[in-house]
Structures are given as C-alpha cells and as structure tokens.
C-alpha cells in the first residue's frame, strides 16, 4: 500500500520528504542541489541509469555524472510529495512530485526511483509534467542557453 506524502525543503540543502528515508533518494536531491554531481554518480549502481526527459538513458556513474554536470548546473530541485511501495523483486520504487527550476524557467517533475535491496540507485527516470503549450515556449528558451566553452 502506497501514499502520498507532503514533503519540506530543509536549508543548506538538505532535503527532507516526509515518510520517505531512503538516504539515497535524499542524498541525490541534496547532492543535485549543491552542485556535487560527482557525489550524485556514486549513488548510482555500477550499472545504474538516468532518464532525463527528452534525451537518451544515460547509463553508468561516469556518463551520469558527465551528463549532469553539462546539462543540471544552476538547477534547484524541490521534491514536494511521495510515493513508495515495495517491488516483488526486493527493489524499492519512489515516485517523487515537485519543481525543478532552472536558470532559465521552472516546471513541474516527477521522478521515477528504483533502488536495489542494496539501496543503490537501479534507476531515476525524470518526467517533465506540463502540457504541450507549457512546453512549446521552453524549447526558445533552452536553445538561447549559452553553450559550454570546450
């Protein structure tokens, strides 16, 4: 049996979802927060894999920490409500609700969670929870973000 439950943002980081202690799940939002992209990797099985929306599986602690620091700079996650239940294969599945927001705009997320018996991340798969003419106008302004210098 699953519930949704309300959640705090808790300063210098730390992220609190009420009901929810998995530290991974915890960790990863506080690590995404302050930047530590690194430190987000290594939550990840060795094997581990990031969904992010409108791009490709990224699969393995360095491609998940090369694709964030690229791509999750100056990003500020607030998990506001969760859910979690118990898969028959001994993993654990989160679903987390809140904002993500960006230099550039904020939108509404969920994320997918799946941790191993072991509590390594399986999965974080991101989903982008607005409607089409939400996202439309998004698409000028992430394609007028300024690029990395190589």
């Not at 998004?138 to 300024?146: A, E, H, N, T």
């Amino acid at each position: 049996m699953s519930a949704f439950i309300p959640s705090s943002v808790i300063e210098d980081n730390a992220i609190a979802i009420a009901g929810i202690d998995a530290p991974a799940v915890l960790q990863y939002f506080a690590a995404l927060n302050a930047g530590e992209f690194e430190q987000v990797s290594q939550l990840f099985a060795v094997d581990g894999a990031l969904q992010p929306p409108f791009d490709e599986l990224m699969i393995g602690r360095d491609t998940i920490a090369a694709y964030l620091e690229k791509e999750a700079k100056g990003f500020v996650l607030q998990p506001q409500v969760g859910n979690v239940q118990s898969l028959d294969n001994g993993c654990t599945e989160f679903e987390i609700g809140g904002k993500v927001h960006t230099p550039w705009f904020s939108v509404n997320v969920s994320w997918l969670f799946i941790l191993s018996p072991a509590s390594e991340i399986f999965l974080v798969k991101v989903k982008l929870l607005a409607s089409l003419q939400e996202l439309l106008p998004l698409r000028d302004v992430v394609s007028q973000k300024p690029k990395a210098v190589e």
